[in-house]
């Protein structure tokens, strides 16, 4: 196990600190204390002590998505993870695309253990396929999370699929070999067509740094 001391540092060269971004951010003060979550989290997977309960998104944005989720929810998921099983308790009705095999399999034994059979789970392992869900139909979904596949695609064939008020995240916002393009595409997007900006620089269960999601409401 790693000492106190070495954790805390930054870890690689390209941010100050584990309290920082990868666009060099400084974490909100009032944020810090979830680093704890992360570290113990992060501790229990090496333990094999099982997963955490938490979606794999920063604390506040989970917080914030749980605010605003309607209880009746129709979403879209790309990239799935312990969010499908967080989903699964709030929506209605979920569609979920996953490119990783061993993930998939995991994660259909679980759904199914769950008895979240209102779950589509899909294995898609090609970037067309993952970024190709024209079978949802326009202007019928109340949330989409981006946290894998081609994003910049997906994130481009996102925004017709949203209901007004419908509710879009991107997760990982602050890499560049991610999903950083995609910040500038939301933010341009939001800048056209209106709605609300919400930024999340935080932590996340099981990452030892900062890192970032955007989180666009769509005008009503």
């Not at 569609?95 to 008895?115: N, P, Q, T, Y």
């Not at 695609?153 to 509710?167: A, D, I, M």
């Amino acid at each position: 196990m790693p000492s106190l001391s070495k954790i805390l540092r930054a870890g690689d060269d390209s941010r100050p600190s584990r309290f920082h971004t990868g666009l060099g951010e400084l974490v909100p003060v009032k944020r810090w204390p979830h680093f704890a979550g992360s570290l113990l989290s992060w501790t229990r997977l090496r333990l094999h002590a099982g997963l955490s309960l938490r979606p794999w998104l920063s604390y506040s944005a989970a917080r914030r998505i749980a605010e605003i989720l309607p209880p009746n929810a129709h979403a879209l998921e790309i990239g799935s993870g312990q969010s499908t099983l967080w989903l699964a308790r709030r929506c209605e009705r979920l569609l979920s695309i996953e490119a990783d095999k061993h993930w998939f399999d995991h994660l259909r034994g679980e759904l199914a253990r769950a008895g979240h059979h209102h779950v589509d789970l899909r294995y898609r392992w090609r970037a067309e396929e993952i970024a190709d869900f024209s079978s949802v139909e326009d202007s019928s979904l109340d949330f989409i999370l981006v946290d894998g596949g081609p994003r910049a695609e997906v994130l481009e064939r996102s925004y017709c699929k949203l209901r007004p008020g419908g509710v879009l995240y991107v997760d990982n916002t602050d890499n560049p070999g991610i999903s950083e393009s995609c910040r500038a595409d939301l933010i341009a997007h939001a800048a056209r067509t209106g709605g609300k900006l919400e930024f999340f620089p935080d932590f996340s269960p099981g990452i030892l740094h900062a890192t970032e999601g955007v989180l666009w409401i769509s005008p009503k």
